[in-house]
């Protein structure tokens, strides 16, 4: 009985919310390592990216909550969210078309790049606060829980429960079916498949016909679609804070080196190697061990790792150990 | 005779600053000017000299600025009797954990092995830090918390903190270098992003050190007080003869203390950057930047070159981050925004002239005039601009109290701006080549 | 007139010319080699016959239409088809995707091209669900010449397709050449191995410091006591 309810102490503390936060950094890394891959640089307004392209879908989700418009026990945020990323599509596309572009015809240094998608990132931050303000928004609406925790000891007859919310189970199911398509696409379509040339191998991609302009185009598309979703569902599940967003850079990219900048596999389980570390390691054990450990025994500190104030650390170690130890990510990446 | 002619420029837009507005207005500009000049050096040293893209300035400044609080505060001696022990033990054992990690890292055979040894010592050296280090932290804490709650400092002189606060930048750049330099310019990028939120995250969350977001206020100061020099008789005299109101006066005259303190540290590093970049270290380095494989190829050390200048410019950002904390007087550790410190420097160095030491503290200045003057001037805009909407429009009120975030966008502006027409900056590195 | 005609070509990268009025030509079905010392211009002449170099001077004619102004991809879609000498694959796409992406730009159905590409290198069918990057160096060019075939290109472009595989991996690729010629293609080819491939060749070209020297069936020039003297070695 103790054992299962320490799993379940477990599941609902470091699992549930693990799966959660490891989908959205899965979908953030997914476009820092596609942009990585064709337009070979990291793109540093990628966190603000996100935070744009949720801010759209925030104004868009009040505008429908103001008609009156739902979803039922669903979020009205899921019904903006197309909007979103068509917002933010076009943003990045006209950021790449003012910025980008002139040092790619330049054949500019990747650092240039680098320091250019930094300026891209201060605007796009004074542009959010600008327009939403700096302050946290909440703006889920619908359900909040699949399973109550109360509703969950009733079922099992256990002293702890475990509850899902629904952005949790949004978060992962949108999570897989929006991996399955971007497969999909990355491996079945033409398009798909000249972007992995184009990433693969840009000169030969030429000497066939590809059309890198367009190849550049549905990249940002991409990584302006995944931006909107992964913000979206992180802004759902926690709330949204554009400061929060440029922070989540630093777990993102790290997932994204984990796993091998410029692949795509290698950035989704990078992106649950942070999650699950970030949260294991500021879980605090105390009541874990009060089940697991000898009878009525309960440690007197809370048996936490790290501090909640320092999860950054913990993908920064990961990154310096990976670094370290394997350059080029678990995965090999395109980066050398 | 360009760099003549901008800083003459820069001196009367101070000039007319002091005329028109306020001297007191004009000089606080000028002495952040002069903070913001000796950052941007340390950053073109790493920036202009090397190629290296440093994304953690705000870190390093932060580092500075808890030098300065580590050296001046007097030390709290009721603190140090409940948890000194506790906390030098604790550092002792950290110290020996990283020493004999990294020891059998080196000196072990087989790879699994090895690493299984590794993270052993990490795990138990770090169970005994902690466990040497909270409660020591805790009773430290719980020190009359409402004013000290933390160790306090050595209590010497604040301006030694200067150095200090350059050697403690430097070795957490040290450790940062050591594992990023050598791979991908994005690698040292994403690495410098993590250190700086690392260190204000320490700095806002270990409060037997910092005391945390209560701030350490009171900071002694290295130049006289006002309320002091308004009941001096010499000074009440000078400003008689200067005809001028000896309160307005005496803020004016510590300003003026602070300015040439800094502009004295300016213009050290000032001429120590220039004879390093004529000497033929600067030359080699300037090589290497240019092209890495040769330079390799001739048996340059290029990652140890890095390492040395990436040591160094982050050390002359420390400095500067201990010299801001000394004229705030305080150690504020919210006020560490990455916006504020890390990209507005870098805007300073590629407006400047990457790899010009004056383009650099032209960059300084020039950016944090606008900086300064931007907000006023962006409030008074939107003010104009919405002024026939009427007093209580709520679009009105929203577009003149979101003008502060204009900033921002300006800045990435002027830095995409001089990216693509002008990527040499105002004052352009003198080469050999064109 | 032959079937690619590249008259008079002066040029080169930056202010410097590497070309000096060089002159090649090759005809249908044909095999036509270009050989010369290290640094003769070889590789340039064949970037220059591909639109990859801006001319001074000189003209590029193909089955009579004049395409000196068009660039590489306008090329391609003339019939143009250019293997370059190293990272000619795509690494981590398998090898059908790699040939799939050498007929990007067809609309048409691609499978007989396909086939036909099987047909001829019957190793690259075996493998064709592995990643090109995986391959041996000889699997790779094979590759990469059924990449650029899959355009069905009337002029294949080889620049030094043998270079850094084994001697018998090369041979084996000289036959494959000769039967690519056979579909009635016309191969145009830079060599570093400079007997063999004057050995499969209907015309060859040495070239020296950007210049035609001699010009001359390779049968001819193979017996060419001077030839082989300065540049087969003895």
């Not at chain 1, 992995?196 to 016909?209: Q, T």
């Not at chain 2, 030491?357 to 907000?375: K, R, Y």
Request: a neutral charge.
């Amino acid at each position: 009985m103790d054992l299962l309810n320490a799993l379940a102490l477990l599941s609902n503390y470091v699992l549930v919310p693990a799966l959660a936060y490891g989908s959205q950094l899965a979908l953030g890394a997914l476009g820092v390592t596609l942009i990585f891959g064709i337009l070979r640089f990291s793109n540093f307004a990628h966190g603000d990216t996100m935070a744009f392209g949720t801010m759209v879908t925030i104004l868009f989700t009040w505008w429908f909550q103001s008609m009156g418009l739902h979803l039922g026990p669903l979020p009205t945020a899921l019904l903006a969210l197309p909007f979103g990323i068509a917002f933010c599509a076009i943003f990045v596309l006209v950021s790449d078309r003012l910025v980008y572009r002139f040092f790619r015809t330049q054949r500019a240094d990747p650092v240039i790049y680098l320091i250019a998608s930094v300026g891209i990132m201060f605007i796009t931050n004074g542009l959010v606060r600008f327009i939403i303000g700096p302050d946290d928004q909440n703006f889920s609406d619908g359900e909040r829980f699949i399973i109550k925790a109360g509703d969950f000891k009733k079922l099992t007859g256990l002293s702890e429960g475990v509850s899902i919310k629904l952005t949790q189970g949004i978060t992962v199911i949108t999570m897989i079916v929006v991996i399955f398509l971007l497969f999909w696409f990355l491996n079945r379509t033409r398009a798909g498949k000249s972007m992995r040339a184009y990433s693969d191998n840009e000169d030969l991609a030429l000497l066939s016909g590809i059309n890198p302009d367009r190849v550049v185009a549905i990249t940002w598309i991409i990584a302006a679609a995944l931006a909107t979703i992964a913000g979206t569902l992180y802004g759902l599940d926690k709330s949204f804070k554009p400061f929060t967003y440029f922070q989540l850079l630093l777990p993102i990219f790290a997932a994204a080196i984990v796993g091998g900048l410029g692949n795509p596999l290698g950035a989704i389980a990078g992106g649950f190697v942070i999650a699950f570390s970030e949260i294991m390691v500021t879980y605090a054990y105390k009541r874990f061990i009060g089940y697991i450990g000898p009878n009525d025994w309960t440690p007197d500190g809370l048996v936490q790792l790290l501090s909640t104030d320092y999860k950054f650390a913990v993908s920064f170690v990961i990154l310096l150990l990976v670094l370290l130890v394997r350059p080029n990510g678990i995965f090999r990446g395109t980066g050398t | 005779m360009r760099n003549v002619i901008y800083f003459l420029i820069m001196a009367g837009l101070l000039v007319l600053v002091g005329e028109f507005q306020s001297w007191n207005l004009s000089l606080s500009i000028l002495n952040l000017c002069l903070i913001s000049a000796v950052m941007a050096l340390g950053v073109n040293i790493q920036w202009g000299y090397a190629g290296l893209f440093n994304v953690g300035i705000m870190g390093f400044a932060a580092l500075g600025g808890l030098a300065a609080t580590l050296v001046s505060v007097p030390p709290v001696y009721e603190a140090w009797s409940a948890g000194g022990t506790g906390v030098l033990l604790g550092t002792l054992a950290l110290i020996l954990t990283v020493l004999a990690a990294v020891f059998s890292y080196r000196r072990m055979q087989g790879r699994s092995f090895r690493m299984l040894v590794v993270v052993l010592i990490s795990i138990s050296g770090y169970a005994i830090m902690r466990s040497l280090f909270d409660p020591a932290a805790d009773a430290i804490e719980k020190v009359n918390p409402s004013s000290t709650g933390f160790l306090g400092g050595l209590g010497l002189p604040i301006l030694i903190a200067w150095p200090v606060g350059g050697v403690l930048a430097g070795a957490a750049a040290w450790v940062v270098g050591k594992i990023t330099l050598g791979l991908r310019a994005d690698y040292l990028a994403i690495a410098t992003l993590g250190i700086s939120e690392i260190i204000v995250a320490m700095l806002k969350n270990e409060d037997w050190m910092t005391r945390g977001v209560r701030n350490v206020v009171g900071l002694p100061r290295p130049v006289p007080y006002e309320i002091d020099l308004q009941q001096s008789d010499w000074f009440i005299q000078l400003s008689n003869r200067l005809h001028t109101d000896p309160v307005t006066f005496s803020s004016i005259f510590v300003k003026l203390c602070y300015a040439g303190l800094f502009a004295t540290v300016l213009l050290i590093v000032l001429y120590l950057s220039e004879k390093a970049l004529r000497s033929p270290w600067g030359r080699m380095m300037r090589a290497i930047r240019d092209n890495e494989v040769s330079a390799n190829a001739m048996g340059k050390h290029v990652t140890a070159r890095h390492l040395q200048v990436f040591v160094l410019g982050s050390a002359v950002v420390g400095i500067a981050g201990a010299m801001l904390t000394t004229l705030d007087g305080q150690l504020t550790p919210s006020s560490y925004q990455p916006l504020r410190f890390t990209f507005l420097i870098w805007v300073m160095v590629i407006v400047g002239g990457s790899g010009n030491n004056w383009g650099a503290v032209l960059g300084g200045f020039v950016i944090w005039f606008f900086w300064i003057q931007s907000e006023p001037m962006g409030i008074w805009l939107m003010d104009v601009a919405t002024s026939h909407m009427g007093s209580d429009n709520a679009l009105r009120e929203h577009l003149v109290d979101s003008a502060q975030h204009m900033r921002l966008m300006t800045m990435g502006v002027i830095l995409l701006l001089t990216l693509r027409f002008s990527p040499r900056g105002l004052l352009p590195e003198k080469t050999g080549r064109n | 007139m032959s079937f690619l005609m590249a008259q008079g070509m002066t040029g080169g990268y930056g202010s410097v010319d590497i070309l000096h009025d060089c002159t090649v030509s090759v005809e249908r079905g044909e095999i036509a080699v270009i050989v010369g010392p290290n640094g003769a211009g070889k590789s340039t002449a064949m970037k220059a016959v591909f639109g990859m170099l801006n001319l001074r001077s000189g003209r590029v004619v193909l089955d009579g239409q004049d395409i000196t102004r068009l660039s590489p991809q306008n090329r391609v879609a003339r019939g143009m088809a250019f293997v370059p000498q190293t990272n000619n694959v795509f690494p981590s796409m398998s090898v059908e995707e790699n040939l799939e992406m050498g007929a990007f730009l067809r609309r048409d159905d691609i499978q007989s091209t396909m086939e036909q590409v099987y047909a001829l290198f019957p190793i690259l069918r075996e493998k064709r669900q592995q990643n090109a990057g995986e391959l041996s160096g000889g699997q790779r060019q094979q590759v990469a010449v059924g990449r650029a075939l899959m355009t069905k290109p009337s002029l294949l472009m080889l620049d030094e397709p043998t270079a850094g595989v084994s001697p018998i991996v090369m041979d084996e690729l000289f036959d494959l050449i000769i039967d690519v010629a056979r579909t009635g293609l016309s191969i145009l080819m830079v060599e570093q191995n400079a007997r063999q491939a004057l050995n499969i060749a209907d015309k060859g070209y040495v070239l020296v410091q950007g210049r035609n020297r001699y010009t001359d069936t390779g049968q001819v020039l193979m017996n060419d006591p001077e030839v082989r003297k300065s540049f087969l070695g003895g």
